[in-house]
């Protein structure tokens, strides 16, 4: 057992797959990535040359042919991820998924039982900000009562203008499940996670000011979500695609004893210049940056369940529950109408 390492493929090697990879080769305790896939082979082969691996795959079912695996890590677009989770499950793999769980009700409901189906294996689903520092603490203090009983949650969830041109890019040729099911997801996760309660009605409205671009993918640039949670619990959610500041994300939770902020400023770390300006601090640039821990920590989860033979605290419920409520956000949305969510 102490030496003992889990033999993972991972599938998937652009923005994000490449950071996961990358981690596992060399930053996760216990893990050893034997395998890379992806469509395109220019990247798959620059894996396996540079970290030294052994197996290389564009065909995923390949990869699912290697018994050597034992766990299969999904950091694919968004519309394979519950077929690709449901072939890893009956290949017998413990495995993986990137956020979110799946784009359609139908399909998320259909993984869910498939991971049913193989309660033997560890199934985690990458909602990465419940393993950040930060976030993980504010869930402790409001679980030891520090605020009270928390009662509204207010988050933004901001990417960066500077990548707007990338997104426009690849939002043209992949559906993403748009602003609220592909952004919004995870203050939509974080929001059942805080506050222990399932939404029951939400109001979405959006738009497009600075970029046409997103009103022609039918998508909004900038939108707005608020939710009713069971016990009348409050949710407000804010997401949008053009932050001229960098990559903000920040999260309130108001309780009846006191409140819980986590960034606030979304600082990258403890600079100030001062000039004829004022006093200026940058801000975070992306995802990899601000989350550098969070994805880490994530996978040395996803490992030592494996290792310890248990479970992980994020479930396939945590992504059909988010699932539902980023759909009810979107139809919102695109109708201008209350939407009640059924459970
Ligand atoms: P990307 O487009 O940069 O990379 C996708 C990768 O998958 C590429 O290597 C591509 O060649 C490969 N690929 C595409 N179709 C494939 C197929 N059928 N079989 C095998 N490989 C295939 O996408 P990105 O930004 O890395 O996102 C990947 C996933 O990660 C998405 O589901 C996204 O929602 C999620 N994500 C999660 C974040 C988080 O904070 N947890 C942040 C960014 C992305």
Known sequence: MKNRKVKVGIVGLGRLGYRHAENMAFRVPHCELLAVCSVVEEEVKEAQEKWGIPYGYTDYDKMLENRELEAIFIASPSRFHCEQIEKALEAGFHVFSEKPLG????EVEKVEKAV?????????????RRYDPSYAEVKRRIDSGEIGEPVLIRCYGLDPAGKL?????????NYSGGLFLDMAIHDLD???WYLQAE???VWAIGGSYAYR???????????AAMVRFAGNRIGIFVAGRNCVHGYHIETEIIGTKGTLRIGTVPERNHVMLFNEKGAIKKCFEGFLERFE???LKEAEEFITCILENRKPSVSVRDGVESTRLGYACKESFETGRLVRIKS
């Not at 041109?165 to 040729?173: E, I, P, T």
């Open 190 to 192: 974080l929001a059942r």
């Open 199 to 201: 939404a029951e009605e």
């Open 213 to 223: 671009e997103f009103a022609e993918l039918g998508d909004a640039e900038t939108g």
């Open 293 to 295: 821990q969070a994805y």
């Open 116 to 128: 049913s189906r193989h309660s033997d294996k560890v199934f985690m689903l990458g909602f990465m």
């Open 103 to 106: 784009l359609y009700l139908e």
């Open 165 to 173: 041109d990338s997104f426009l890019r690849f939002a043209r040729d």
